[in-house]
T-cell receptor, first 110, second 116 residues
């Protein structure tokens, strides 16, 4: 079983739509959780951290369910510029490595 | 304030040649991480280095791959006798402290290695 699993998509949505991505992780010792964004053939960039109580950053909302080992990202009022691959990232505090999912592809259309 | 720099951005090698990938961390960062992204795959951790020390190389293939971060100069990921399966994007990240706060890992633009 892979450490971090995501639905690869693609998700094709019109501008203004709300879209949600899910992610599951296998290591119950994981302590840190993140969503990164990767544009085509570029480096990943941190979008937001995910906290146990859930957190929001503008149009983006992240949720964590430790019992189910499940993370989600909700994007409201999608923009064309949101088109990218969204990477779910998990880390244990004892390790140095970021564990990346394969990513979920989003295409926002006019 | 320059970010993480990697060069070359694109590298083409023939099977059996050597590939050297360079990474200059952000100013003030002394911790470097290398990741590999194979086509259609997620990023995979390879190695974590501090100046002159390899801290964690649990993700490095056992043969042909090596990494260093000398006291002076960039970190180098070296792949000897490349094979087609080594074709991938290699990303370097740096952080100012050990990776306790993972959001301090800043990624470079990557080197895209193509093995013919």
């Amino acid at each position: 079983r892979k450490e971090v699993e995501q639905d690869p998509g693609p998700f094709n949505v019109p501008e203004g739509a709300t879209v949600a991505f899910n992610c599951t992780y296998s290591n119950s010792a994981s302590q840190s959780f993140f969503w990164y964004r990767q544009d085509c053939r570029k480096e990943p960039k941190l979008l937001m951290s995910v906290y146990s109580s859930g957190n929001e950053d503008g149009r983006f909302t992240a949720q964590l369910n430790r019992a189910s080992q499940y993370i989600s990202l909700l994007i409201r009022d999608s923009k064309l510029s949101d088109s990218a691959t969204y990477l779910c990232v998990v880390k244990t505090d004892s390790g140095y490595a970021l564990n990346f999912g394969k990513g979920t592809s989003l295409l926002v259309t006019p | 304030n320059a970010g993480v720099m990697q060069n070359p951005r694109h590298l083409v090698r023939r099977r059996g040649q050597e590939a050297r990938l360079r990474c200059s961390p952000m100013k003030g960062h002394s911790h470097v991480y290398w990741y590999r992204q194979l086509p259609e795959e997620g990023l995979k951790f390879m190695v974590y280095l501090q100046k002159e020390n390899i801290i964690d190389e649990s993700g490095m293939p056992k043969e042909r791959f090596s990494a260093e971060f000398p006291k002076e100069g960039p970190s180098i990921l070296r792949i000897q006798q490349v094979v087609r399966g080594d074709s991938a994007a290699y990303f370097c990240a740096s952080s100012p402290t050990a990776s306790g706060k993972v959001n301090e890992q800043f990624f470079g633009p990557g080197t895209r290695l193509t093995v013919l």
